[in-house]
């Protein structure tokens, strides 16, 4: 098979991959960018595969005028910058040793052992400059029927980095084809090795959750995950159930990941996925709002159009609800209300205490009229 694309054929890429050809070295595009070519779908990121260890890369890329930076040169990687575009290059390599949260790798020449440490089949395809397609696993055939698997023995591969387990069930929503399941094999070894999740940093944990829950629907990989045990052990006392209803009810609009989060519950998202401290806020907001009665509209005026969306959504497919008609226009509607009324319209008559509760009084008055009462009907 031979894959192609504007990517591919820029001069920028093909000037990395000819230098190093150029100078007796084996040289391919590897892992995203040749699996989302095969299944159609765009490519943003372009790495490369070598045979040439990160000081000879170094300085054939200085050579040919191209700037060079040392993104990870123990673990074989260095970035080289062509034509503005960043190419990471990395040296074929076998893994040493591994603890299940890094590993300990060797530089070697042979491909089909840089592919064997990979994770998944469909992330172990390499191209040539010309696009031919080298396939060392036999994972062209798993990518064309977008079938997540895991390269060699899955049990293996997880011990190895248990990140992948996660990383499993984003693939399966990201590039997986639902229609036929999740691989069970796959699976089985992810629920051995729940225990695994617990050993890794927040930072990695949720950076995976926030792919996965922005997927296009994540609601066969979540609940495939919490039949595993693996969604207990990020989001303990998590229900998936909701999920489905909620992507079938945004019918288009962006899958934002921090309301899918929010429909599933669970106890201590914060610390275990290490949210910044306005997703902490957002969450919290989204929680408190679902629980409440306020219309779409007051929704809107409190939090913006877009959170107050997220509430409405969420609402109704934890409460099995319907969304109210004209909601995202009522969202809008509110969040560009403004309370007529300002402190000096009240002063001096009022002060202080008296001032704040007199305020909050007439905008509660104004917000349950609709946002309807002009400023001068509110202070007669």
């Not at 990687?77 to 603890?99: L, S």
């Not at 094999?185 to 051995?192: D, I, Q, R, S, V």
Request: glycine residues 12%; proline residues 6%; aromatic residues 4%.
């Amino acid at each position: 098979m031979r894959i192609g694309g504007d990517w591919l054929a820029r001069p920028a890429t093909q000037g990395v991959l000819g230098m190093l050809a150029q100078a007796g070295h084996r040289a391919l595009v590897v892992g995203g960018a040749v699996r989302n070519a095969v299944l159609g779908m765009p490519v943003a990121d372009v790495d490369v595969a070598t045979d040439a260890v990160p000081g000879r890369v170094m300085m054939l890329a200085q050579a040919a005028g191209l700037r060079v930076v040392p993104t990870g040169v123990e673990h074989g990687t260095v970035t080289v910058v062509a034509g503005g575009i960043p190419h990471e290059v990395t040296t074929f390599r076998r893994d040493v040793a591994t603890d299940g949260r890094r590993a300990t790798v060797a530089f070697g020449t042979d491909l089909a052992e840089d592919a064997a440490r990979r994770d998944f089949t469909m992330n172990a395809l390499y191209a040539e400059a010309d696009g031919t397609v080298v396939d060392p696993l036999g994972g062209l055939p798993d990518t064309r029927a977008r079938r997540v698997r895991f390269a060699g023995d899955p049990a293996t591969r997880i011990a190895e980095d248990h990140l992948r387990i996660l990383r499993f069930f984003r693939f399966h929503a990201t590039h997986g084809d639902p229609a036929q399941g999740i691989d069970a094999e796959g699976l089985a070894a992810c629920a051995a090795g729940a225990g695994g999740v617990d050993r890794l940093s927040r930072e990695r944990v949720g950076a995976e959750m926030r792919r996965l829950l922005a997927a296009p629907d994540p609601a066969p990989a979540v609940a495939a995950m919490a039949q595993a045990g693996v969604l207990g052990r990020v989001l303990p006392g998590a229900d998936p159930r909701g999920l489905p209803r909620l992507v079938a009810l945004e019918e288009g609009a962006p899958p934002r990941w921090l309301r899918r989060l929010a429909v599933l519950g669970g106890d201590g998202a914060g610390p275990r996925l290490r949210l910044s401290r306005a997703e902490e806020a957002d969450l919290r907001v989204l929680r408190e709002g679902i629980g409440t009665q306020r219309t779409p509209a007051e929704l809107g005026y409190g939090f913006g159009a877009d959170l107050a969306g997220d509430i409405v959504l969420a609402r109704a497919a934890l409460l099995e609800g319907h969304l109210p008609g004209g909601w995202r226009a009522e969202a809008e509607r509110g969040a560009a209300a403004v309370f007529p009324v300002r402190a000096a319209d009240l002063m001096p008559a009022l002060a202080g205490r008296a001032l704040g509760e007199r305020l909050a009084a007439l905008e509660t008055r104004w917000i349950l009229s609709g946002f309807t009462l002009t400023k001068d009907q509110l202070l007669d």
